[in-house]
């Protein structure tokens, strides 16, 4: 509950926040021939506002997701390095339920390593207690490894959520900017139509939002992409994490288990 609050909260204050850059922007406060971004969006047609407002719209989405997976990353990070020492020398001690009991602490609600490691200590805990459900010592193990398995499979997804929405909004924003760009330019050769010549008068709003189109699809894409390949360059990161502890966790069972 606590972290889908903060996704929220980090989205719309990263809204508001790209929203004051973007309107105190040079390049955006100021049009083609002088005209401001009021002036030309009075100048522009139904289409070109709508596909001015989905750019808008996906840059403070990507944004908001960006900042928020940062934030929830760099937690998952800290506390993970806090954790490994701490439940490793439980383990080694043998104390199995003062390391579940830390697994399980808000202290490291947001890392990925605990959640994968209070899985397969509550499930060995429970196999212990229960006499094992009359298995023998390889079905106990492979139950306990099935269980870090669907922890690992639930955390990656957990960690994965609104990445590849940041990939989505990359690779179409430019063709939603490339479509307000035609519709700007439909616009400018009606304007030499209804004119009945080619001066600049006739062609220069709508050659202006077309280009300005063309801007924001770029603008709302280029920091997208940016933010998605360094989102999975974590997220790999973090995967090889939990690997590792898995690997570590199971030598760990079989020993104890010899």
């Known amino acids: 509950m606590e972290v889908t609050k903060a996704r929220h909260i980090g989205r719309i204050a990263c809204a508001g926040f790209w929203m004051t850059v973007l309107a105190s ?7 083609a021939g002088g005209l401001s971004v009021i002036e030309l969006f009075q100048t522009m047609g139904t289409t070109a506002i709508l596909v001015a407002i989905v750019l808008f719209i996906m840059s403070f989405w990507s944004i908001g997701v960006a900042i928020e997976r940062i934030y929830t990353f760099n937690k998952a990070r800290t506390q993970s390095r806090l954790f490994a020492p701490q439940v490793a020398k439980h383990l080694k ?15 490291f609600r947001y890392s990925h390593l605990a959640k994968v490691v209070l899985a397969g200590l509550q499930e060995y805990q429970f196999q212990q207690e229960s006499g094992g459900a009359a298995l023998n010592r390889e079905d106990v193990l492979d139950t306990v490894r099935r269980s870090i398995q669907r922890a690992t499979a639930l955390t990656a997804s957990d960690l994965k959520k609104g990445v590849s929405s940041l990939a989505t909004i990359g690779s179409t924003a ?15 050769f009606t304007g030499i ?4 010549g080619a001066g600049i008068g006739a062609v220069s709003a709508g050659i ?8 924001l699809g770029l603008f709302v894409a280029i920091p997208a ?3 998605y390949n360094y989102l999975s360059g974590r997220l790999e990161y973090f995967n090889v994490e939990m690997d590792n502890s898995t690997s570590e966790l199971v030598d760990y069972f079989i020993r104890k288990t010899a």
Do not use: C, Y
């Open 25 to 31: 922007s040079p390049a955006f406060a100021q049009g």
């Open 93 to 107: 001690d043998g104390r199995l339920k003062e390391a579940i009991a830390l697994s399980g602490t808000k202290d």
């Open 174 to 188: 430019p063709f939603v900017g490339l479509l307000g760009t035609v519709v700007g330019v439909i616009n400018a």
């Open 193 to 196: 139509a209804t004119v009945g």
């Open 208 to 215: 202006a939002e077309a280009l300005i189109e063309t801007a």
């Open 225 to 227: 992409v940016w933010f």
